[in-house]
């Protein structure tokens, strides 16, 4: 067994990985723990934090390694990782998402940005920065981010072999999902080749982030009055885009007669309409597009609809315009 290439001070090499629901960050968390544990020997740990919802709420999974004769006493979530991987571009500049992050911290980004833009996007003041286009290699295998990035995490870490893990990948999907078995391992060799890493020391050029423990706000001397809302919300700002798994329903208005199954289907309201006047002079409510801010990516809407007015098409080679239009008149505008 390989001894781990650095610790804290309690003796634990840690993990975090910042993510959304649906791209599989909890099954990597369990895949590696496993493979760290049942396959190299390590003592460890694993667990995630998500919301009710699966699909596009947040998701923090977590994993410690430490020497097998150390017990495992430490279950708090990873707020100094080692390593933090981050599944998504969009969710990358939330605030905390570098929180902890020191000299010593490989930081691996899903994103097709090159290393130095990627810094200066992420703000990253000092640690290693590793880029890697998953989205791009999970649409063209048919698989998942999480797999490409468990790619990634095995040849940047040094100590968490590929085969390790690839025989825990075999293991999971093989029970379930066989025939995806030849995709993810493809996925997973390809994430393990296609980044870039380059090393940032501190040049003052983005304030480090230490992680903190912010006190309790509210207390018995200056919590509100009951039934106040101090923190009103609106569904305005919701904005469910990072959900998206690189496809995107596009809506061929000409083809659209406007019967209304793909608002029933649609779980989050993203379809707007508007009232208006037919030939025979009747008030018809009328399809006029979809509002991409609130779409998941979920798909629904394109199997239900009859009429092929809605196509599935991947979302970085739609035209920026048609995503703010929110519709085409013609599928040759798509591209
Ligand atoms: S299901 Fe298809 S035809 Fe019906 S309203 Fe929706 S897009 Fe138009
Ligand atoms: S893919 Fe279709 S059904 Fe799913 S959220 Fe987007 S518009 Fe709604």
Redesign the pocket.
Known sequence: MQKLPIVNGLGFYEIRMASIGGFGANVAGKILAEAGVLKLGYNGSNFSSYGSEKKGSAVSAFVRFCDPSMAVRVNSPVTEPHMLVIFLESIARHPGMLSGVGPDTTVILNTSMDVDAARDYLGLACGTLVVVDAMKISIEEKTRVNTALLGTIAEVSGFIKAEAIKEILVETFGKKYAATVPANLKTFERGAKEFKMKKFTDDGKYRPQPFSRSGQKLGYLNQPIGGVIVAAGTSMYKDLSSSRSGYI?VLDIGKCTSCGE?DI????Y??EWASETSKKGKQEQVLKR?HYQY???????VVICKFEALTTHVESEVKKSVIESGYVNDVKEIK
Not at 265 to 268: F, K, L, N
């Open positions: 329903p793909c289907t649609c779980p989050d993203c379809f979809i779409c998941k990516g979920c798909l629904r809407c």
